[in-house]
């Protein structure tokens, strides 16, 4: 099963390769104080923080651990007119279709060594600019408006960032998660092996089991399930167990944010 998509988007230089290499904590995408250094775009996989996870690895100490993901992909700056073919236009128009969910980056820094497509700060101004482009371009899609700038404090309608220190960025995360209506169950393998999976909001246990493996979908016989809460509480998958924590359910059954599931499934 494919990804879902995270498209950054906004004016030139308002940081969005900058905040693109923040998510992925390291240098990928090439940031310049010149306008349009992207063309091509930057896609990038963002490991989803999660305490439920860590806390789960302290547990079980297992040998392997793996986080969910979410794509992100750094698309090239839009400007006024877009739509037209102005800037760099309908190419990458074409590529905001392909995504899931829209995080529109609005600058709110002030730099004098960066130049601002419009000549001055206005995040209210680049907000509308971009918003009009996307409809003109008839993309409708959930959008996240996040500001970035130097100083991250609460502002009313928008996410804040700063994009240079990553300071921010976790919670723009959770927040892009939770945009494309997606949820996390868990899966211990013999002990060894801790994963976290994202699933869309009201998936089914047999659509979960594909998530982890397409043969366990199709051999899917039972899927044992248990809260991330209670089995916290009762201090492991044996005691759980011997404690009869542990539910059964079938392939229809609807998974709930933070369950920890074992799939037993046949050839
Ligand atoms: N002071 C400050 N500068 C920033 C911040 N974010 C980005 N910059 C600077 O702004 C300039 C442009 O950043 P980029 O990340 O390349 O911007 P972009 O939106 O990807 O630009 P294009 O690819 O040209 O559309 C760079 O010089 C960055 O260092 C910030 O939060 N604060
Ligand atoms: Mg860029």
């Known amino acids: 099963m494919s990804s879902l998509q995270v498209g950054i988007v906004g004016l030139p230089n308002s940081g969005k390769s900058t905040l693109f290499n923040a998510l992925l904590k390291r240098q990928v995408a090439n940031v310049a104080s010149y306008p349009f250094t992207t063309i091509e775009p930057n896609v990038g996989v963002v490991v989803v923080p999660d305490e439920r996870l860590k806390k789960l690895a302290e547990m079980i100490k297992p040998e392997k651990l793996t986080s969910a993901t979410v794509n992100f992909i750094d698309i090239a700056?839009?400007?006024?007119?877009?739509?037209?073919?102005?800037?760099?236009?309908?190419?990458?128009?074409?590529?905001?279709?392909?995504?899931?969910?829209?995080?529109?980056?609005?600058?709110?820094?002030?730099?004098?060594?960066?130049?601002?497509?419009?000549?001055?700060?206005?995040?209210?101004?680049?907000?509308?600019?971009?918003?009009?482009?996307?409809?003109?371009?008839?993309?409708?899609?959930?959008?996240?408006?996040?500001?970035?700038?130097?100083?991250?404090?609460?502002?009313?309608?928008?996410?804040?960032?700063?994009?240079?220190?990553?300071?921010?960025?976790?919670?723009?995360?959770?927040?892009?998660?939770?945009?494309?209506?997606?949820?996390?169950?868990?899966?211990i393998k013999g002990g060894k092996e801790v994963a976290a999976w994202s699933l869309k909001e009201g998936s089914s246990a047999f659509e979960a089991a594909a998530k982890v493996h397409t043969e366990m979908a199709q051999g899917f016989i039972k899927a044992e399930v248990i809260g991330y809460d209670d089995l916290v509480a009762t201090g492991g998958w044996q005691a759980a167990k011997t404690k009869g924590k542990i539910r059964l359910e079938g392939r229809d059954y609807l998974v709930k944010n933070g369950e920890v599931i074992e799939f037993k499934f046949g050839h």
């Open 77 to 187: 700056g839009l400007v006024k007119n877009a739509h037209q073919g102005e800037g760099l236009g309908n190419q990458f128009l074409a590529k905001i279709r392909e995504v899931d969910a829209i995080v529109q980056v609005i600058r709110g820094f002030k730099d004098e060594s960066v130049s601002h497509y419009y000549g001055s700060l206005d995040p209210q101004r680049d907000k509308e600019i971009v918003e009009i482009e996307l409809a003109l371009g008839e993309i409708k899609k959930p959008t996240l408006y996040l500001l970035n700038q130097d100083e991250v404090r609460p502002v009313e309608g928008f996410l804040v960032v700063n994009a240079k220190t990553g300071e921010g960025v976790e919670e723009l995360i959770q927040a892009a998660y939770q945009l494309l209506e997606l949820i996390t169950f868990y899966t």
